[in-house]
Structures are given as structure tokens and as C-alpha cells.
């Protein structure tokens, strides 16, 4: 069965500094995976995803994350962080073709102070 | 493009009443649609996924006759949760996805949160 891990449950920086939110991942195949951002009462929204090709990722609002199959980690990544990127972050993974279906982290929540 | 609506956003309702949640994709067609669960500082729990005409499929210790769900047309799925009680309150959210095939990813409506007096 897939699922995956993020190892903590909030992460603080200060605006300007590089973010990094943890993911690792655990698969029988070769891994679908996804980063989604979600703001307070709201939906998630899709940042970036992995599927094939080049191991670095580049997605919305100037998040990036690599994969790395050796480590089986996709870590999302934010070279200078905004107050604005303050929210609650969640790694994905799909196990395709045995399961169609997203297994979702529990969640880092990112707070970025001024 | 990719947008998924839902609605209502919020509502209220006593315990004992049905509550129909609507989950709409406004500029593509979803073959497949997803309904999730989320507590309070929680990830989010995948309840059923439905495909368009067929019975929805539950997760394991869903309860099928209380969280009904309807995948009428490619556009449209809605999750009605029959005889609503405080514990079914929390944060619903939906998402569908364009198409089967596997590198189809999914988008998420905004949420609705329901409580249950």
C-alpha cells in the first residue's frame, strides 16, 4: 500500500530565507506525486507534481521540489519565502497502475514571520 | 481552466436532517470524482470515489447508506449525508479528476463545512 510521511508538523521561518517542507514516500511502483497548499477553511490547491522525466520540479509561486528516488523523498522547496506562503502544506503520492487514488501526508503547516 | 466548485460553503443544520453537498467541475468534464473528509488540523480522508453512472466506491468504515453519493452526469457529484449528527460535522471537501487515465491529476473544490447542531 502507498503512503507517504511528513515529518513535521510545522515549519517557521523568516521572510526571505529558503523553506523546506519534508515529504518521503512509500510505493510499490514508480510514484505519481503531488504538492497541494491549503489555506484556512479552504480548498487545496495543486503546486507542483512528479510523474517522469527531470527529478526537479519546478511549480506555482516559485515552489520547486526534487525527487529522489534513492532517499524516496520529494522535499518542496522555496528559495526565499514570503509571509504570504503561510499556510498548510500536504505531499501526495499515487501508486499507479495499483491504485488510482491520492494518499495524502498529514501536513506541515508553514508559518513565514515578517 | 481545471475549476471545481462546491456548494453550499457552509451550512448548519439540526441534528437528524440530510444534507446534499454539490460538487461541480465548470470547465472540463470528470470522469472521476472524489469526496474527502478533514478534521480540524487533519489530513484529508478519502471517503468514496465516483465514477460517472456507476455506484460510488466506499473506503473501508464508510457507511454507504449515510453519506450517499450520486454521480449523475460528468459534471455534477453530490454527497448527501442522510440523518446528520454532531459527529458528522466537519470540513467536506471534493475533487475530480478529467479523465482515467494515470497521469490525470485531481482538483479540489473549496470545502464545505458543516455543523451539526
Not at chain 1, 528559495?79 to 503561510?86: C, E, G, N, Q, T
Not at chain 2, 466548485?5 to 468534464?29: A, M, W, Y
Not at chain 2, 450517499?68 to 471534493?94: G, K, M, Q, R, W
Amino acid at each position: 500500500a502507498q503512503s507517504v510521511a511528513q515529518p513535521e508538523d510545522q515549519v517557521n521561518v523568516a521572510e526571505g530565507n529558503p523553506l523546506t517542507v519534508k515529504c518521503t514516500y512509500s510505493v510499490s511502483g514508480n510514484p505519481y506525486l503531488f504538492w497541494y497548499v491549503q489555506y484556512p477553511n479552504r480548498g487545496l490547491q495543486f503546486l507542483l507534481k512528479y510523474i517522469t522525466g527531470d527529478n526537479l520540479v519546478k511549480g506555482s509561486y516559485g515552489f520547486e521540489a526534487e525527487f529522489n528516488k534513492s532517499q524516496t523523498s520529494f522535499h518542496l522547496k522555496k528559495p526565499s519565502a514570503l509571509v504570504s506562503d503561510s499556510a498548510l502544506y500536504f505531499c501526495a503520492v499515487r501508486d499507479p497502475p495499483n491504485d488510482y487514488k491520492l494518499s495524502f501526508g498529514a501536513g506541515t503547516t508553514v508559518t513565514v514571520r515578517a | 481552466g481545471a475549476v471545481v466548485s462546491q456548494h453550499p460553503s457552509r451550512v448548519i443544520c439540526k441534528s437528524g436532517t440530510s444534507v446534499k453537498i454539490e460538487c461541480r467541475s465548470l470547465d472540463f468534464q470528470a470522469t472521476t470524482m472524489f469526496w474527502y473528509r478533514q478534521f480540524p488540523k487533519q489530513s484529508l480522508m478519502l471517503m468514496a470515489t465516483s465514477n460517472e453512472g456507476s455506484k460510488a466506491t466506499y473506503e473501508q468504515g464508510v457507511e454507504k447508506d449515510k453519506f450517499l453519493i450520486n454521480h449523475a452526469s460528468l459534471t455534477l457529484s453530490t454527497l448527501t449525508v442522510t440523518s446528520a449528527h454532531p459527529e458528522d460535522s466537519s470540513f467536506y471537501i471534493c475533487s475530480a479528476a478529467p479523465g482515467a487515465g494515470a497521469y490525470n491529476e485531481q482538483f479540489f473544490g473549496p470545502g464545505t463545512r458543516l455543523t451539526v447542531l
